[in-house]
């Protein structure tokens, strides 16, 4: 019997109680930094399995590190649990029926991922103790990863100075090794204070920070012209100013969202769009202030990993979705338009397959698509230790990131299939390194050559300190 079987089995033996352990997340939605309960049910989990824990990562009360084994190389494996805001929606139904108006849901998939890996954890840890071979294996329970760059704050604070390679996954139409192409990241707060005044008696003597916001947005639109054509700019309004029209409104703030291909390419529009914004405060007679509130970098990849991990989701082969699981997805798929499902396809660089509501195949490696991306705090990680990440096949073929129909499906039987798969791609990637010392060397020597060419600096100003919430007295 090959380790990989071994170890498949030990996921197997666990599935069960994993499983409920990610419906109990996805029914209890905390955004970032608010996630006390989600953390809380990790560290129970994590006990019941007698992992030594470390709570408060990095000074963070919803950030937690699970150990299990002895010496060896050590093997991190990253879960989140982080919720988004807008997103409740009721499981198993094909129609947006949120569960609580304007409430948060899991529209990330982020219950599985973090399920998934706490129970690849605890099957290496098994593997572990039943082989007596030297080795250990974290799971680190990271919060925020919606906006909060959590990871790059635990990276900053040291938590993964003596990690060897870390593992992780993301919950996925399409079942692959990741291709690696996140983008750079950072997130803004530009505040625009004026001078208020009666809009109508006195508009002379009044100074629109809502106008400056409005200049700023304006050029900042006029720049995209002139910026590199895979950097992505968004912004939200986080405060118009007031409700009154014939009030000059005195203060506004907008959040920008600031993309690049890498860090050195995002902190150069960073740059950029400050100037916009010092530009606007000059034509409106405003001041601004300007707050990074949090940033993540680009995701490296690692050779000898990605092979590595391919080999197992090749030998394990697609999930193993029945008729039903087949049947709601392309039910989801009826909500959504032809485009979407295109979508999915090209940015997989597959070509599109007819009646095929879920991923019933393996994404042959090396396939590359369009590039079209986000961004992930797993990078932070991937620049301080060679890193790898599954996705693996949990909901229909083109349902859109975000979405009521991510959290609608984040508690099928399909999406139980998908994170068991996961765990078990994960713990026998996790147990390959550990088993071969070459493996290690080589995907050590991957990530130098790769950090060498361009050292890593935390896209985070140091004076920055996570954001984190205070617990709320429900979940005390
Ligand atoms: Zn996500």
């Known amino acids: 019997m090959q380790n990989s079987e071994i170890i498949w089995e030990l996921v197997d033996a666990k599935r069960q109680p994993f499983e409920a352990l990610s419906d109990r997340v996805w029914g209890m ?74 409430g948060h849901g899991h529209g990330c998939g982020h219950n599985m991922l973090g399920s998934a890996a706490l129970l690849a954890a605890t099957a ?6 039943k082989t007596g071979r030297p080795g250990r294996v974290r799971y680190f329970g990271c919060p925020a990863e919606e906006g909060g760059a959590a990871k790059a704050f635990m990276v900053r604070a040291g938590a993964f100075d003596d990690v060897d390679v870390a593992i992780s996954w993301h919950p ?9 192409m996140s983008l750079a990241n950072t997130r803004m707060d ?22 400056a916001v409005e200049l700023m947005n304006v050029g900042v639109n006029y720049m995209r012209e002139h910026m590199p054509s895979d950097a992505r700019i968004h912004y939200a309004y986080l405060d118009a100013g007031g409700i009154a029209p014939n009030v000059v409104q005195a203060s506004a703030k907008v959040r920008y969202a600031i993309r690049a291909r890498d860090l050195a390419g995002m902190l150069e529009l960073n740059e950029r769009v400050k100037k916009i914004a010092e530009g606007a405060a000059l034509m409106t007679e405003t001041a601004v202030s300007i707050s990074i509130m949090s940033a993540v970098s680009n995701m490296l990849g690692n050779t000898p990993l990605e092979d590595a991990m391919f080999k197992n989701i090749d030998r394990l082969g697609p999930v193993p979705f029945d008729a039903a699981d087949k049947a709601y997805a392309a039910k989801i798929q009826a909500t959504l338009g032809p485009a979407d499902i295109l979508n999915d396809y090209r940015k997989t660089g597959i070509a599109p397959r007819e009646n095929t509501p879920l991923c019933d195949f393996v994404v042959p490696q ?25 996705r693996v096949a949990t909901h229909a073929i083109g349902t859109p990131g975000h979405s009521w129909q991510i959290t609608a499906q984040g508690k099928a039987p399909a999406a139980h299939k998908g994170m068991v798969h996961a765990a078990k791609i994960m713990a026998a990637t ?7 010392e070459t493996l290690l060397a080589r995907a050590k020597k991957d990530h130098q050559e790769r950090v060498t060419r361009t050292p890593y600096v935390c896209p985070i100003p140091a004076d920055v300190k996570p954001p984190i919430k205070p617990r709320p007295a429900a979940a005390a």
Do not use: C
């Not at 139409?173 to 990741?178: I, L």
């Not at 004026?194 to 109508?200: D, E, I, T």
């Open 29 to 102: 939605p905390e955004i970032a930094y608010t996630e006390y309960r989600s953390v809380g049910e990790h560290i129970a989990m994590l006990k019941e399995q007698g992992f030594r824990i470390t709570e408060n990562v990095a000074g963070i009360p919803t950030a937690v590190m699970g150990e299990g084994g002895e010496g060896g190389p050590v093997i991190a494996i990253l879960g989140e649990y982080d919720a988004l805001p807008g997103l409740s929606q009721e499981a198993n139904i094909a129609e947006p029926k949120p569960v609580e108006a304007g």
């Open 124 to 129: 290496v840890k098994d593997w572990l103790a």
């Open 172 to 180: 996925s139409s399409m079942t692959k090794v990741d291709d690696a």
């Open 190 to 211: 530009f505040q625009f204070t004026g001078r208020a005044s009666h809009a109508a008696a006195a508009p002379h003597l009044g100074r629109s920070a809502l106008d």
């Open 366 to 390: 090396g396939t590359r698509g369009v590039p079209m991306i986000g961004s992930t705090d797993v990078a932070d990680v991937s620049w301080k230790v060679p890193t790898i990440q599954a």
């Open 430 to 436: 996790a147990v390959d390194v550990i088993s071969d």
